[in-house]
Nanobody, 119 residues
Framework: QVQLVESGGGLVQPGGSLRLSCAASGSIFSIYFMGWFRQAPGKQRELVLGITRGGDTNSADSVKGRFTISMNNAKNTVYLQMNSLKPEDTAVYYC?????????????WGQGTQVTVSS
């Protein structure tokens, strides 16, 4: 089992910045991917940014140039730096970790953290 603890959400004005953190603990071996997803009211959960242990990233077009993701392997923590925030970025942000054990993929989710962009 992997436990994910998120922090850093809150209320910010348009154009502002926030940094989210997600710390993984437990059976963290073989985690090959960590990422951030978000879900706005009435919408499906969507990928924001993901990163592999090797440093490869993939992101939603809507956040390119504004959000960045980084991973501290020593701390088993992934960060989401969000700049130039827009009201449409308002959502619950979830951290996800994926690992493969004996050929089976396991996905783990954090509890979610609210990000509200409003003046």
């Amino acid at each position: 089992q992997v436990q994910l603890v998120e922090s850093g959400g809150g209320l910010v004005q348009p154009g502002g910045s926030l940094r989210l953190s997600c710390a993984a603990s437990g059976s963290i071996f073989s985690i090959y991917f960590m990422g951030w997803f978000r879900q706005a009211p009435g919408k499906q959960r969507e990928l924001v940014l993901g990163i592999t242990r090797g440093g490869d990233t993939n992101s939603a077009d809507s956040v390119k140039g504004r959000f960045t993701i980084s991973m501290n392997n020593a701390k088993n923590t992934v960060y989401l730096q969000m700049n130039s925030l827009k009201p449409e970025d308002t959502a619950v942000y979830y951290c996800k970790a994926s690992q493969i054990i004996a050929g089976t993929e396991y996905d783990y989710w954090g509890q979610g953290t609210q990000v509200t962009v409003s003046s």
